[in-house]
């Protein structure tokens, strides 16, 4: 079984700073895109930001310039550290990841992590 638990949501005011983390455990054999999801209330689930196994950025027009997506490859970690709050970035955010289970078997499943409220308050 494989698990994404995140972690660091919370309330902060406008302008404020967050650090979301995300760690995968179980049977792991490698991860190649690890990434965050987003889900305000009456909205469809958006990418926030997305990160190769090589340590490529990939983020949203809503988000540049103000999020900053990281991993760490030795603890099958992700990170998203959220700077300049904006009562707009108010969601659920979820992890994501490819994840290969096997070294035998050369497939990727996506997994989700359960989830962590973020509420930015103006």
């Known amino acids: 079984q494989v698990q994404l638990v995140e972690s660091g949501g919370g309330l902060v005011q406008a302008g404020g700073s967050l650090r979301l983390s995300c760690a995968a455990s179980?049977?792991?054999?490698?991860?190649?895109?690890m990434g965050w999801y987003r889900q305000a209330p009456g909205k469809q689930r958006e990418l926030v930001a997305r990160?190769?196994?090589?340590?490529?950025?990939n983020y949203a027009d809503s988000v540049k310039g103000r999020f900053t997506i990281s991993r760490d490859n030795t603890k099958n970690t992700v990170y998203l550290q959220m700077d300049s709050l904006k009562p707009e970035d108010t969601a659920v955010y979820y992890c994501?990841?490819?994840?290969?289970?096997?070294?035998?078997?050369?497939?990727?499943?996506?997994?989700w992590g359960q989830g962590t409220q973020v509420t930015v308050s103006s």
């Open positions: 994501n990841a490819e994840i290969r289970r096997s070294m035998v078997v050369y497939t990727f499943f996506n997994y």
């Open positions: 990160i190769t196994s090589s340590g490529t950025p």
């Open positions: 179980g049977s792991i054999f490698s991860i190649n895109v």
